[in-house]
Structure formats: C-alpha cells, structure tokens
C-alpha cells in the first residue's frame, strides 16, 4: 500500500530534550516537505528537500533539522532551541511534475 | 505578510445546502491552486485544484471558481453532507518558487443534520 507514514502519531518529550520525527514515503516521490500547525495558525513550513541530500529551510526553520539521505525518508529533529515545540507536525511529498503535496497522518509532540 | 488569506475563520450550512469558502491572494505569480480538508489530528487531504488557465474546477460535489483579476477563489460543496465537517485549507503554488505552497490559516466548516 502506497503512502506517507508518520511516526509515531503521539510524542512526549521533556522539556531540554531533543527528538527525533519520522517520515518515511513509498510514492517515489522526489520532494518532501515539514510543515507544523498550530491553533489559527493554518500549516507553515519548517523545512523542504528537492532531492537527496539537499533541503532548504522554510519560513520556521529555527530550532528544527533534517537529513534527507534517502529518496523515502525524510527526519526533522526539534531540538532544545526551538522555543515553542509543542505542535502538531505534518510531513508531505510530491513528485517533480506537480504541485500537489499529499500528506502523512502528522505526529503530536507535546513537550512537558 | 499574508499572501493567501481565508477570512472567515467558520462557516456554517444546513445539510443538503450549498457550502461555499473563500480564499483571497495577493502574489499575482501565483499560478495554480489547491484546496485541502482536513479532519482534527490528521493530516489533510487533497480535494481539488484548478490552473490559473481556467476559472472553473468541477469534480463531483466539489466546484472550485478562480478570478484572477480580483485574485479570489472559492470552494462550493452541493449539496453539503454532516461527513463535509471539516477544516478547509486554500494553497497557493508558483509565485517564484515551483516547490513550496502558500497556505491559508483554513476555514472551519461545520454541517448541520
């Protein structure tokens, strides 16, 4: 079954602690793509990546990291320094030829 | 600065009736959109598109109007159904870079039985 998956779908982190999202595609999609959503705030990107082993910050990329170094994977890492982790986290691919993004079923990180 | 904006934060209809959300944008680079539905600790689902070489989308229940000149879209629902219950995200795609979308901060749609 083809698809964006979202590991896990709860997270609890204590505050300090840097943790680890998963997302993971069997689409062959080329891009990839975090976004986070807040209350009102509609979904804002944190960071995206074109192609293996290249990605480019969004309009929120402080405190976050990725690695792309898989065309299926695409991890984001919020560290300590991000000020407000607590979110809803979405990841999304798509292929070269469109503009449509699909997205996986998102983690809640809740930072205690 | 906001360049795609849905300025109704909900909306509510009666089953059977037509739901209609709005977007707004203000890049005139934008050349093709997307609507998004989106149910509450999910990620969001792809509804319907339309280039910004056409003015109408129809698929099934789901119409998309686009007018370039006011730079305005919107989404019909006929007839609406209480499973339309959803937020619904506007996207923008183009505007300079061909791998990000620009979205709204969504529209609560609620179906009344």
């Known amino acids: 079954d083809g698809g964006i998956t979202q590991s896990p779908k709860y997270l609890f982190r204590k505050e300090g602690q840097n943790v680890t999202l998963s997302c993971e595609q069997n689409?062959?999609?080329?891009?990839m793509y975090w976004y986070r959503q807040d209350p009102g705030q509609g979904l804002r990107l944190i960071y995206y990546?074109?192609?293996?082993?290249?990605?480019q910050k969004g309009d929120i990329a402080e405190g976050y990291s990725v690695s792309r170094e898989k065309k299926e994977s695409f991890p984001l890492t919020v560290t300590s320094a991000q000020k407000n982790p607590t979110a809803f986290y979405l990841c999304?691919?798509?292929?070269?030829?469109?503009?449509?993004?699909?997205f996986g079923p998102g983690t809640r990180l809740t930072v205690l | 600065d906001q360049q795609v904006k849905q300025n109704s934060p909900s909306l509510s209809v009666q089953e059977g009736r037509i739901s209609i959300l709005n977007c707004d944008y203000t890049?005139?680079?934008?050349?093709?959109f997307l609507w998004y539905k989106k149910y509450p600790a999910e990620g969001p689902t792809f509804l319907i598109s339309?280039?910004?070489?056409?003015d109408k989308n129809e698929d099934g229940r789901f119409t998309v109007f686009l007018n370039k000149s006011a730079k305005h879209l919107s989404l019909h629902i006929v007839p609406s159904q209480p499973g339309d219950s959803a937020v619904y995200f506007c996207?923008?795609?183009?505007?300079?870079?061909?791998?990000?979308?620009?979205f709204g901060k969504g529209t609560l749609l609620t179906v009344n039985p």
């Open positions: 999304a691919s798509k292929t070269s030829s469109t503009d449509t993004q699909y």
């Open positions: 689409l062959n999609h080329d891009a």
């Open positions: 990546s074109q192609i293996v082993n290249d990605f």
């Open positions: 890049n005139s680079m934008f050349d093709y």
């Open positions: 339309i280039s910004s070489i056409k």
């Open positions: 996207a923008a795609a183009g505007g300079g870079s061909n791998y990000k979308l620009t």
